[in-house]
Nanobody, 117 residues
Framework: QVQLVESGGGLVQPGGSVRLSCAAS????????MGWYRQAPGKERELVAT???????NYADSVKGRCTISRDNAKKMVFLQMNSLKPEDTALYYC???????????WGQGTQVTVSS
């Protein structure tokens, strides 16, 4: 049984930074993509950033230059460093794992990031 557990969210002032972490447990195929999505109230879930086990990254235009995704494959973890946060970054951030050519998709429970003064 694969589980994803996020941590690191919280209340952050505009212009501040936050680092999100996600730990995967269970049996995971070595070729995979891990990443982050977010969902703000009243909006659909959207991509933030993803990273393959080989290091290929993909970022949403809205976060390019402000966010960095990284991984520790040995520990089955993925991280998201977010800088220069804006109120519009406020959302529930979900960790995501995909492998087996997209046939296996897993989500974490989400961690809340609130950007407000």
């Amino acid at each position: 049984q694969v589980q994803l557990v996020e941590s690191g969210g919280g209340l952050v002032q505009p212009g501040g930074s936050v680092r999100l972490s996600c730990a995967a447990s269970g049996s995971i195929f070595s070729i995979n993509v891990m990443g982050w999505y977010r969902q703000a109230p009243g909006k659909e879930r959207e991509l933030v950033a993803t990273m393959s086990n080989g290091g290929k990254t993909n970022y949403a235009d809205s976060v390019k230059g402000r966010c960095t995704i990284s991984r520790d494959n040995a520990k089955k973890m993925v991280f998201l460093q977010m800088n220069s946060l804006k109120p519009e970054d406020t959302a529930l951030y979900y960790c995501n794992l995909v492998y087996d050519n997209g046939r296996r998709v897993y989500w974490g429970q989400g961690t809340q990031v609130t950007v407000s003064s």
